[in-house]
């Protein structure tokens, strides 16, 4: 039974909450959050829960194995760093950090120590994400040549951050996952319509090792909620449809194939539109996946599959997405730094 302690009781902390408390394999040991009011709703829901507004009384704890950080972006670095300094592991909600050099500080840290350190990759552990990466690995799409992707609504405008750091670690973390492998560049256009200074629109446009292009297109601007992306591979394209309630990934058996030219500029093309195909998918809540998987970490030592250079990767990418941004969308070179082996 491992004794984790939740920090940040706002709008996320309450579903990482629940869902730690329902695991046969965690004992909540702390609620924590800075403001009084959030502690007192924490606490009239689960009583048995101790509670306090003092991170230090949670790290002083020989008792707890693990935190669990839902607060503000600013404040993951060091709430990170002082628990594994403090001997704990440590889950961080995404974004791990809001800079390359404070990922890479956690992640050279957790490795010293030989401490357990995830990202809240939330999408990374839901079911429809995880059976398109097995279509991929299992090279039903052939090639990948490249992913196209909406995640636009009528967002909450957050005060602190811009729309590329709040919705685009979420395709980010996907991408990671599902190519293996981080983009060597980014180019954004943004704008701040509402509030000034914060972007709400952002078109990201990302190059890979492997020749893959993305776009990635987050809004907190939109008539409707689309949450959309689609694979497209040298045999089959793909749809992710995050909105859909039963069909949300189908597979398509299209394609164009382009026929040698028996002689000099006379070349075909043949179009394909086969099947459709949307598998079975579980329904099972990913932040229970999530929490599991962290658990499970902790109990054998393996890696989490959004660890710390997952984190670091999606940081590194979002640093230099917010340069372009900055710089009349200029192709910035990603670079993860050094963490060593
Ligand atoms: N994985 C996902 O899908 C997902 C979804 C939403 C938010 N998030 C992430 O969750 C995190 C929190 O977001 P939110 O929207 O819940 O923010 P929020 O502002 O609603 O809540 C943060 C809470 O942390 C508390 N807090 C701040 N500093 C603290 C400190 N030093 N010690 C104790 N408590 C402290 C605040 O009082 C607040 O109650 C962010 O990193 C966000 O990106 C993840």
């Given at each position: 039974m491992k004794k984790v302690a939740l920090v940040g009781y706002g709008y996320w902390g309450p579903n990482l909450l629940r869902n730690y408390i329902e695991l046969p394999g965690a004992w909540v040991q702390w609620v924590c959050d800075s403001r009084p009011e959030a502690l007192a709703k924490a606490r009239s829901r689960y009583p048995a829960v101790a509670g306090t507004t003092d991170y230090n009384e949670v790290l002083g704890d020989k008792d707890v194995d693990a935190v669990v950080l839902a607060t503000p972006i600013s404040t993951h670095f060091p709430l990170a760093k002082e628990a594994l300094l403090a001997g704990k592991h440590v889950f961080v909600e995404?974004?791990?950090?809001?800079s390359t050099a404070d990922a890479v500080e956690l992640v050279n840290l957790a490795r010293e120590r030989r401490l357990t350190l995830m990202v809240g990759h939330t999408f990374v552990f839901s079911p429809p994400v995880r059976k398109v990466k097995s279509i991929i690995d299992s090279g039903e799409l052939g090639e990948i040549l490249f992913v196209t992707s909406s995640r636009v609504n009528l967002g909450l405008h957050q005060k602190d951050v811009s729309v590329v750091w709040d919705l685009a670690p979420h395709d980010l973390s996907i991408l990671h996952y599902w190519l293996d492998e981080t983009p060597n560049s980014v180019s954004v256009a943004g704008r701040a319509c509402i509030n000034p200074g914060i972007p709400d629109v952002a078109f990201i446009n990302l190059r890979f090792p492997s020749g893959v292009l993305a776009e990635l297109q987050v809004a907190w601007l939109s008539p409707v909620k689309l949450r959309r992306t689609i694979v497209v591979g040298s045999k089959k394209m793909l749809l992710y449809d995050d909105t859909e309630s039963v069909e949300k990934v189908k597979l398509f058996d299209h394609g164009v194939d382009f026929k040698d030219p028996e002689t000099f500029g006379e070349y075909q093309l043949s179009y394909r539109t086969g099947d459709i195909v949307s598998p079975k998918i579980a329904g099972t809540e990913p932040l229970l996946i999530e929490a599991t998987h962290f658990l499970e970490c902790l109990d054998t030592g393996a890696r989490p599959i959004t660890d710390g250079l997952a984190g670091l990767a999606v940081v590194a990418s979002l640093e230099a997405a917010d340069y372009s941004l900055h710089h009349q969308g200029c192709i910035q070179t990603i670079d993860t730094g050094t963490t060593g082996s």
């Open positions: 995404k974004p791990m950090t809001g």
